[in-house]
């Protein structure tokens, strides 16, 4: 019997040029995966994350998306989300409004623009956003590896949009890009305040590359940290962040990320009169093809 073969492509999210954004694996048909069919091919792929796209079940919706690390499934995330409409509208699917889609996935519908140039935007889910304590403050410290916080600008906080960040505005783009988080006590700060990992922004300088310098740092473990090279779901809390608190740059501002890690990610941001916050990107398709699933 031969085995079922669907297509496959793996596309670079949030990359102006190949190879410097962050890489997506995206699975179409998948509807007759289980859940565990789905985690074992997103642990072979062995990226940040795999999507697999299946028929809506939600009659407002163009198609379901499931997103899976090599460890877990997540409700949202920021660059699956663009990379797997990217991949889909390459495919040949045609919207069933023009220039918009509608993904459903864990956190319920996520809409997105599709621009003229190629570009996507999807609006940033609500974030809820939440004060440290001063022992998590403390902690917190302790984990950043410095005596004391005057580098951070503005009050750290969780902020949770489906996935879970600890949020720190620091005072420049060369403090962001030097923090080197101490393993340990990073898992520390993580399981006490039950986030998944740390978001640090800065504000560039007028005539700057961007608008603001971002990275993030993942926490799987007691030892077991990594960079991700652009992070959607990070950049539109990060956005809802700012709105909540007065501080927008603008209508519409612009985001470096990856600078530490040799990528070049970037992401646009656009707040709408209408308050929906715009997420997006570029994207492109670096593997086109089959994945053979048995």
Same mark, same amino acid.
């Given at each position: 019997?031969?085995?079922?073969?669907?297509?496959?492509?793996?596309?670079?999210?949030?990359?102006?040029?190949?190879?410097?954004?962050?890489?997506?694996?995206?699975?179409?048909?998948?509807?007759?995966?289980?859940?565990?069919? =789905? $985690?074992?091919?997103?642990?072979?792929?062995?990226?940040?994350?795999?999507?697999?796209?299946?028929?809506?079940?939600?009659?407002?919706?163009?198609?379901?998306?499931?997103?899976?690390?090599?460890?877990?499934? =997540?409700?949202?995330?920021?660059?699956?989300?663009?990379?797997?409409?990217?991949?889909?509208?390459? &495919?040949?699917?045609?919207?069933?409004?023009?220039?918009?889609?509608? $993904?459903?996935?864990?956190?319920?519908?996520?809409?997105?623009?599709?621009?003229?140039?190629?570009?996507?935007?999807?609006?940033?889910?609500?974030?809820?956003?939440?004060?440290?304590?001063?022992?998590?403050?403390?902690?917190?410290?302790?984990?950043?590896?410095?005596?004391?916080?005057?580098?951070?600008?503005?009050?750290?906080?969780?902020?949770?949009?489906?996935?879970?960040?600890?949020?720190?505005?620091?005072?420049?783009?060369?403090?962001?890009?030097?923090?080197?988080?101490?393993?340990?006590?990073?898992? $520390?700060?993580?399981?006490?305040?039950?986030?998944?990992?740390?978001?640090?922004?800065?504000?560039?300088?007028?005539?700057?590359?961007?608008?603001?310098?971002?990275?993030?740092?993942?926490?799987?473990?007691?030892?077991?940290?990594?960079?991700?090279?652009?992070?959607?779901?990070?950049?539109?809390?990060?956005?809802?962040?700012?709105?909540?608190?007065? $501080?927008?740059?603008?209508?519409?501002?612009?985001?470096?990320?990856?600078?530490?890690?040799?990528?070049?990610?970037?992401?646009?941001?656009?707040?709408?009169?209408?308050?929906?916050?715009?997420?997006?990107?570029? &994207?492109?398709?670096?593997?086109?093809?089959?994945?053979?699933?048995?």
């Amino acid at each position: 019997m031969n085995a079922r073969q669907v297509r496959f492509k793996q596309v670079d999210v949030f990359g102006h040029t190949p190879f410097k954004g962050n890489p997506l694996a995206v699975v179409f048909d998948a509807d007759g995966l289980s859940g565990q069919d =789905m $985690q074992t091919i997103a642990r072979w792929t062995n990226l940040s994350e795999t999507t697999f796209i299946c028929r809506p079940t939600d009659p407002e919706a163009d198609y379901l998306v499931r997103i899976f690390t090599p460890v877990y499934e =997540m409700p949202f995330a920021g660059h699956p989300t663009l990379g797997t409409a990217h991949a889909l509208l390459e &495919s040949g699917y045609v919207p069933r409004r023009a220039g918009r889609l509608v $993904q459903q996935c864990g956190v319920g519908l996520v809409e997105l623009a599709v621009h003229e140039d190629g570009s996507l935007a999807f609006v940033a889910p609500p974030a809820r956003i939440a004060p440290l304590d001063a022992d998590e403050l403390q902690l917190l410290k302790c984990a950043l590896r410095c005596d004391g916080i005057g580098f951070i600008t503005r009050p750290p906080c969780r902020m949770d949009n489906g996935a879970t960040w600890l949020t720190i505005g620091v005072d420049s783009p060369q403090a962001c890009l030097a923090i080197q988080p101490d393993p340990a006590l990073t898992w $520390q700060i993580m399981q006490k305040t039950g986030m998944s990992g740390l978001a640090f922004y800065a504000a560039h300088a007028p005539d700057g590359p961007a608008t603001l310098e971002v990275r993030c740092i993942v926490v799987d473990g007691p030892f077991d940290l990594y960079e991700d090279p652009v992070t959607g779901s990070a950049n539109a809390g990060i956005a809802c962040l700012l709105a909540a608190r007065n $501080q927008r740059p603008g209508a519409s501002y612009s985001v470096r990320q990856g600078t530490a890690i040799g990528r070049d990610g970037r992401v646009t941001v656009h707040y709408g009169e209408d308050g929906k916050i715009w997420v997006g990107g570029r &994207s492109v398709t670096i593997v086109d093809g089959t994945v053979r699933l048995g």
